[in-house]
């Protein structure tokens, strides 16, 4: 199977193009992403030599671009790419609207064009809102969004949807609960925190900080993509939980035993516009059709997620400074597309206009 990832070189994509190779030997990857600020090809840095794992970077909304891609030959297309920082898209919400709505239809419409066999759109429990106490949405719950960002995931999910009513285009449409794990950009909760801890620094925490969110270790989610990309129905929606509901505050004591900081580093701040209190999802569709369970637990996850930032402070220390976004400009872009195959044997195609 060749697959076309989108939004490969962020968190969740990343993990999935990698978790990819390394489960199917006999696959393939066109990994298509934009890099802007949240795009890091050092998440990439371990397959990009892979012969059998192509970067491309390329804009969904680029129809030019979606078409040369699929010129290749795809056989199934896993759609990560988006905006996704609730914080940015309250702050200015039209980059939401663009990537995540015009993006999609366009993605939809050039895989539609180019005969695509199975198309994974990769959306967020966010789009039902806020649970009440004890409620639980289920994949026919009412669409809410309370944010930018949750509105327009909740719109590429109805593009989606109308894809395929209209054109029985092989579309599915997945839900997950909050991920964490390791390459996940430290403006999101968990990474934010470990990093400010690390260093010592103070960390904000929004309100009462009482705020659920129900979190998946990223490896889960990428198990669970697997089993709806092979065995999904055409048509369905599947929620991805793993049934870890926590407090933001009990998760930011926890990683500061962890760490073995003072909780005097948190400090409380107004909480910001439209903030969901409690997310919760039923997943019990993907666990009994598809069979997929959740199996890392959340300390299991976090320990494992620690120890990588831990780790890892080279990377940290780009994405502070910035030189992250230098890495793709220093290895491939200087000699073109033939330069960039010969540096790399996995491939890196540079776009036009790159």
Same mark, same amino acid.
């Given at each position: 199977?060749?697959?076309?990832?989108?939004?490969? +070189?962020? %968190?969740?994509?990343?993990?999935?193009?990698?978790?990819?190779?390394?489960?199917?030997?006999?696959?393939? *990857?066109?990994? @298509?992403?934009?890099?802007?600020?949240? &795009?890091?090809?050092?998440?990439? +840095?371990?397959?990009?030599?892979?012969?059998?794992?192509?970067?491309?970077?390329?804009?969904?909304?680029?129809?030019?671009?979606?078409?040369?891609? %699929?010129?290749?030959?795809?056989?199934?297309?896993?759609?990560?790419?988006?905006?996704?920082?609730?914080?940015?898209?309250? @702050?200015?919400?039209?980059?939401?609207?663009?990537?995540?709505?015009?993006?999609? =239809?366009?993605?939809?419409?050039?895989?539609?064009? +180019?005969?695509?066999? !199975?198309?994974?759109? *990769?959306?967020?429990?966010? *789009? /039902?809102?806020?649970?009440?106490?004890?409620?639980?949405?289920?994949?026919?719950?009412?669409?809410?969004?309370?944010?930018?960002?949750?509105?327009?995931?909740?719109?590429?999910?109805?593009?989606?949807?109308?894809?395929?009513?209209? /054109?029985?285009?092989?579309? $599915?449409?997945? !839900?997950?609960?909050?991920? %964490?794990?390791?390459?996940?950009?430290?403006?999101?909760?968990?990474?934010?925190?470990?990093?400010?801890?690390?260093?010592?620094?103070?960390?904000?925490? /929004?309100?009462?900080?009482?705020?659920?969110?129900?979190? $998946? %270790?990223?490896?889960?989610?990428?198990?669970?993509?697997? +089993?709806?990309?092979?065995?999904?129905?055409?048509?369905?929606?599947?929620? $991805?939980?793993?049934?870890?509901?926590?407090?933001?505050?009990?998760?930011? !004591?926890?990683? @500061? !035993?962890?760490?073995?900081?003072?909780?005097?580093?948190?400090?409380?701040v107004q909480d910001r516009p439209g903030h969901d209190r409690r997310y919760s999802i039923d997943f019990q569709k993907i666990t009994s059709e598809l069979g997929w369970e959740p199996e890392a637990t959340f300390e299991a996850g976090l320990a494992k997620t620690i120890e990588w930032y831990q780790t890892n402070d080279e990377w940290r220390n780009?994405?502070?400074? =910035?030189?992250?976004?230098?890495?793709?400009?220093?290895? /491939?872009?200087? &000699?073109?597309?033939?330069?960039?195959?010969?540096?790399?044997?996995?491939? *890196? @195609?540079?776009?036009?206009?790159?």
């Open positions: 199977m060749k697959l076309l990832i989108t939004g490969g +070189a962020g %968190f969740i994509g990343s993990n999935f193009v990698r978790y990819i190779l390394e489960k199917y030997p006999s696959y393939s *990857v066109l990994n @298509l992403d934009k890099l802007t600020y949240s &795009g890091n090809l050092e998440n990439l +840095a371990d397959v990009l030599p892979n012969a059998r794992h192509l970067f491309v970077k390329a804009d969904i909304g680029d129809r030019e671009e979606l078409t040369e891609a %699929f010129s290749e030959g795809v056989d199934a297309v896993v759609h990560f790419a988006a905006e996704s920082h609730v914080d940015r898209s309250i @702050l200015d919400g039209s980059e939401f609207v663009k990537t995540n709505v015009l993006g999609t =239809q366009c993605l939809l419409e050039a895989a539609r064009q +180019a005969g695509v066999q !199975r198309f994974v759109h *990769v959306s967020t429990d966010e *789009v /039902y809102g806020s649970a009440a106490g004890g409620e639980q949405f289920r994949e026919d719950s009412p669409l809410s969004p309370n944010s930018p960002y949750a509105a327009s995931k909740a719109g590429s999910d109805l593009l989606a949807r109308a894809y395929y009513q209209t /054109y029985r285009f092989p579309v $599915i449409v997945t !839900r997950c609960s909050n991920n %964490f794990g390791p390459y996940q950009f430290p403006e999101k909760f968990i990474p934010l925190l470990i990093s400010r801890a690390l260093e010592n620094q103070s960390i904000p925490i /929004y309100g009462d900080g009482l705020q659920v969110r129900d979190w $998946i %270790f990223v490896t889960d989610h990428c198990r669970a993509l697997d +089993a709806v990309l092979h065995h999904g129905r055409e048509g369905e929606i599947y929620n $991805i939980g793993a049934g870890n509901a926590w407090p933001n505050l009990l998760i930011a !004591r926890q990683i @500061l !035993r962890w760490l073995h900081q003072p909780e005097s580093l948190l400090e409380s780009h994405i502070q400074n =910035q030189a992250y976004r230098s890495y793709f400009r220093e290895q /491939y872009e200087d &000699g073109g597309e033939t330069l960039a195959r010969v540096q790399n044997p996995g491939g *890196v @195609l540079p776009c036009a206009s790159s």
